[in-house]
Structures are given as C-alpha cells and as structure tokens.
C-alpha cells in the first residue's frame, strides 16, 4: 500500500490512485476480503514424490464409537527432508488419487492431474512444533467431522503453489459415516409448521428417512422426509465443478405439521434400512412458533456474512473468518435467550468448496437443531456470470446457489429465487434476494410489495424488510468512494414501498461492519431522536448488520449525517417485540455479548394508520 500512494506525485495522480483503490477494494470484497484458504492450493500440479524415509500415522483409525459426529484426530509425521513450507492436508474420501478424477473433457485441464480433488482442510507441519525443519518430527491435532467417507493425511513439500507429494497415512473412518447428522430447522410455509433437513449417506433406495417427534413427555408420531441431492454437473463453474468438488451427500426434509403455538416438542432424525433395522440420530427439541399476532415475547437474531473457521486451526492463516467462531460461540452461549435466527446471505464462504458446506452445518447445528435458522442469499452463495444473476461476477466459486438452496430449506415459492415471507408471531418478514433483479416491474419487486401489502398491522405490527446487499443506507468505504452509500438501484426502486407500507426497518449484510442509520425517506432523517421512537411511523430504520464474522470493512472518513452509530467489530443484531407496542433492537458484539448500541419503538395502532409523507391512502369527499 505505501508504495501504492507513494507513486501519486500530485493531486490528478492522487485522483487516479483513489480510483484504482475503489476498484481494488469493490474487488477484494467480491472475494470476501481475501481468498479462500483452500483456493491458494495448487493441488492438480502435485508431483509424486513419494519418500521411503518418510511417513505419516493418524489415530484411532475408528472415530464415533459412542456416537459422536465430530472426533480429534493424532496425525505423526516424519520427513528427512523437513522444509518451512511442509503441509499437511486432509482428504476425503481417502483415495484421492487420479483413479478418482473425472472425464477431463470440458474441464481445462492442461495435463490429467495426479490429484484432481483439493483437500478439506490443511495445516502447516510446523504448526505445533517450530523445530520440524530441523528435526523432520511433528504432531498435530485435527478436528475431523462426519462427512460420509473415509479420511486420510498427507504429506506435501514445495508449499502451496508447487505441492508434492512426500508421504500417505493409512485410512480412518466414522464407525457409520452414513449416519444422519447436522439438523437444520426452519419456518413451513405455514405458521403452524417446522421443517427439519439434514444431511446423510443414505440415498432412498438404501434407507427411508423420516423424523420422529412429538410434544415433550409426549405421543411420538413419524413424518416422512423428501430427499435432494446434486452433482458436479449441477455446479456452473470452477472450483466447483474441478477441484473443489465433493460429493455432498443426501440432503433431506421433513414436515413437521399442525404444531400447537409455543409447544415444545422434542425429535430424532431416523432412517429405516432395506433390512427392518434403524439408524438414529440424537434427540434435539423445539420451540413451536407463536400464533401470528400472538401476544407473548418473542425475540429475533439477525446477522450477515459469518463464515467458518476452523477449531483446530486448520486453514486459517490468512485469517479467513476472523470471528465467526466468536458469533456461534456467543449465539450458543445465549441459546434460551432467542427464538429464531436470520442469516442474511454470505454462510460458509466455500467459494466452490463443496466441503465447506459440512463443516459449516457443523459448526452451527447447535443452533440450527434448537431454533429456526432462516437464510437468505448472499453473492458468495449465488453469483456466476451468465447464470441469471443480478450480478455479473464469480463470487459463488460456481456454485450459482445451488449448495445453499439444497442444504438448507425457506418457504420460497422457487427455492432458485431465493425470496420468501416469513410469519412469526407479532413480525411479518419480508426476505429480499439481492442477487436478483428487485427493480420495478420485475418479478422480485412484486413479490416484495405483495408481502409487504398484505400482513396485518393491528395483530403483526413489526413490519421487516432484509436483504443482502445494502439496499437502503450504508456509509462504509466502497461505497463512499462510489458516492451512492447504497447498492446502486436500491433505494431508488424500493423506497417508495417501504414509504407505502411503513416498513419499520430494513437489515443488510454484505458490508462487514454495524451501522444504524436514522429513520429516513429520500436522503432525510424524518426524526431528530437517537435511541427511542414513539408515534407515526415516518420512515424507515435502516441497519448494517454483516459484522457476522468475515474481513471486517471500513467507514467513509466522513460520516453521512443520517449515520447514527458505526462499529468496525463482529456481532450481531437483537430484536424483542414484547408486546404489539413495544419493540426493542440491540447491537451486540460477539467478543462478549454485551450491548453496544440500541433502540426501541413504541406506539399504537393508529400511529401504524396515520398518513404519511408519500404513505397516504386516498380519501373521498362524500360524507
């Protein structure tokens, strides 16, 4: 960077400068700050440099005996060529010789690879002994999770970019890979309903899936479940379709119907085998949703762009998703103090790492198993030129959205146009997919005003628009730099809507920071007050919420006077309707769940009826 501005001699250079950083920093962010740490493994140039001299042993060769779907691995190692840039990666399945690869036609490949498959996590041998270049001997610990194969470990000198491959570890494996794991709740399409999915290694012809629940100390009852999966050719692009292919398994989802308002019910994901016998999960509970306009307390967690990491360092020298594990370590800390979640958009970052989607289910299924985990998408999830994105960049690796609608389940309509209402109890939100065109006149922007048009206000007060991108007000640098503080187009097509039907606010990711913006129509703040609103609703709330656990992102230097509060930390956002009168919003930081900055709402019915600048119903002069 220094020598970056050191070549801006004069202020027509420093113009110039301050252009190309724009560009820069519009391109970092479309890879996430930063580029994913499987991506910087040229694995398709390994050589084969197999060492009599050198070895590498992993133990216990079965993990899970008791159950368990995630187990820590001893890998030893030996080399009597030790080198700085050494690493170790971790496959699976554990064959992941050229045998595996696929037809190499359309590919683009130059050569067949000897290793056509990127590894689902690595370390650096010298990670947990700085003398392995001197004494070639190393032990590392690795956090391995249930994905349905077997794994093995390998040995590779010449570093990332010019990998070859030294030593092979014997093979270890799950004692039932197969096994159902990583339940993820959400919201049916009715507001009586719960769907579970999960994934497994079990296709229909092997095993039916169904879950097993019902009300806590109660009658069990048995719902059947669908089951989806995917393939490379699904995929649009590479790494996706090359070497950051895996198979994902069978993603399955069950409905769970007629549930009784707040009941707690309690459930077990099941599969029947072709020979009578059964294969069971844990047993995991939850928290029916309330009535819609039910009177009770209800609370809400919404946040963008956390990402995974991983828990025995793998991976994360370049410091990937700095605070993600800081966000699901909190967000489980206070797990009874919540009832559903929202991530809006930006989930594991995989980038085309099919394998990032496991891990990432596992890092969160404490709270995906407890509390409806509602998604939206994000460009990370979505974008891929010429597949119907809005935007014409690679940011999903080629994935073009397909792992995101497949593993998880929302009340879509079209789950490939990842827009939805949802119901839950004194809230009505309205989710916005802002990878897809939302202007006037598209069939998005219908959708958005249908949902926003037809809640009721006198039983669901608290109306909620979100969406990926900041569609409304943010201040942080790019966009500054572009002089919109927005998503170019965003305001200007929705802002009317939001007017029309007195959205109370709008939540936002893909910047990485908390920002609060002022209740606000066409540029102006509608109401002087920092911390409490009470009365008419004269404009919208816009908050930044995508400080979830990605590169953080800075402020413009000068502040918009709409901009009410701007942290650059991780954290999250808390909404708490206590009643149909009162609402409460938190900013919490992941580091120690304490409250850094919060409004409320308070008014009546009537207030939600008044007329409004550019929000009035028409009136007749008869009497």
Do not use: H, M
């Given at each position: 960077m220094e020598g970056f501005f050191g070549n801006c001699f004069n202020m027509i250079l420093l113009m110039l400068c301050f252009t190309n950083l724009s560009i820069a920093f519009a391109h970092s962010h479309m890879n996430g700050f930063g580029e994913q740490p499987l991506a910087k493994i040229a694995i398709h140039k390994t050589v084969l440099a197999l060492h009599s001299s050198a070895s590498i042993i992993a133990v216990p060769f079965v993990l899970g005996t008791k159950g368990e779907d995630t187990q820590w691995v001893t890998v030893e190692l030996e080399s009597p060529i030790p080198s700085v840039d050494d690493w170790v990666g971790v496959f699976s399945p554990a064959n992941f010789n050229s045998a595996t690869c696929p037809d190499t036609d359309g590919i683009g490949w130059v050569e067949e690879p000897y290793?056509?498959?990127?590894?689902?996590?690595?370390?650096?041998?010298n990670y947990s002994n700085r003398n392995y270049a001197k004494t070639g001997k190393a032990i590392l610990k690795f956090q391995l999770i249930n994905q349905r194969?077997?794994?093995?470990?390998?040995l590779f000198s010449g570093g990332l970019s010019d990998p070859r491959l030294v030593a092979i570890s014997n093979s270890i494996s799950f004692a039932n890979p197969k096994a159902p794991v990583y339940p993820r709740l959400a919201l049916g399409k009715s507001w009586d309903e719960m769907t579970v999915t999960w994934t497994s290694g079990y296709d229909i012809n092997e095993a039916v899936p169904f879950v097993e629940w019902g009300?806590?100390?109660g009658k069990k009852t048995r719902s059947h479940a669908g089951t989806l999966t995917f393939n490379r050719n699904s995929m649009c692009g590479e790494p996706a379709r090359t070497v950051g292919w895996r198979d994902p398994g069978f993603i399955h989802t069950s409905f769970l119907k007629e549930l009784w308002p707040n009941f707690r019910y309690t459930y077990k994901l099941g599969h029947m085998l072709s020979n009578g016998s059964y294969v069971w999960s844990k047993k995991y509970s939850f928290k029916a949703s309330p009535y819609p306009g039910q009177n009770s307390l209800q609370r809400v967690i919404i946040f963008g762009d956390m990402g995974?990491?991983?828990?025995?360092?793998?991976?994360?020298y370049a410091d990937y998703q700095p605070g993600s594990l800081n966000t699901t370590d909190?967000?489980?800390k206070d797990l009874e103090?919540?009832?559903?979640?929202f991530h809006i958009g930006d989930m594991?970052?995989?980038?085309?790492?099919?394998?990032?989607?496991?891990?990432?289910?596992?890092?969160?299924?404490e709270i995906s198993s407890t509390v409806p985990y509602m998604i939206a998408s994000g460009n990370h999830e979505r974008d891929w030129p010429n597949t119907g994105s809005f935007y014409d960049t690679p940011d999903s690796g080629g994935e073009c959205g397909v792992p995101a609608e497949t593993m998880y389940?929302?009340?879509a309509e079209n789950r490939a146009k990842f827009w939805y209402k949802a119901d839950y109890g004194l809230f009505r939100f309205c989710i916005a997919d802002s990878e897809h065109d939302w202007r006037e006149g598209s069939e998005q922007y219908k959708f958005i005003e249908h949902c926003l048009a037809t809640v009721d206000r006198k039983h669901q007060p608290w109306l909620i628009f979100s969406a990926h991108r900041p569609l409304g007000y943010s201040s942080n640098l790019w966009y500054g730099m572009e002089g919109s503080f927005e998503e170019p187009m965003g305001r200007e097509s929705l802002q009317k809507l939001w007017q029309k039907y007195k959205v109370d606010i709008g939540f936002y990711g893909h910047v990485h920071n908390y920002e609060r913006v002022c209740p606000i129509y066409q540029n102006q703040c509608v109401n002087e007050e920092k911390h409490h609103y009470s009365g008419t609703v004269n404009g919208t709330i816009h908050v930044v919420v995508g400080g979830g656990g990605s590169h953080l992102s800075d402020f413009t230097p000068s502040p918009p006077i709409w901009s009410l509060y701007r942290d650059v930390d991780y954290g999250f956002g808390k909404l708490t309707a206590f009643n149909h009168s009162y609402l409460l919003f938190e900013y919490k930081k992941s580091s120690d769940g304490e409250v850094y900055d919060s409004f409320t709402i308070s008014r009546d019915y009537r207030d939600v009826l008044a007329c409004v600048h550019d929000g009035c119903e028409k009136t007749t002069l008869a009497t």
């Open positions: 290793i056509c498959t990127a590894p689902i996590k690595y370390k650096y041998a194969a077997d794994f093995s470990f390998a009300p806590k100390g995974k990491a991983e828990r025995d360092g793998s991976n994360e909190q967000l489980v103090n919540y009832d559903i979640v594991p970052y995989a980038n085309g790492y099919i394998s990032q989607w496991d891990q990432f289910t596992a890092q969160v299924q389940y929302f009340p």
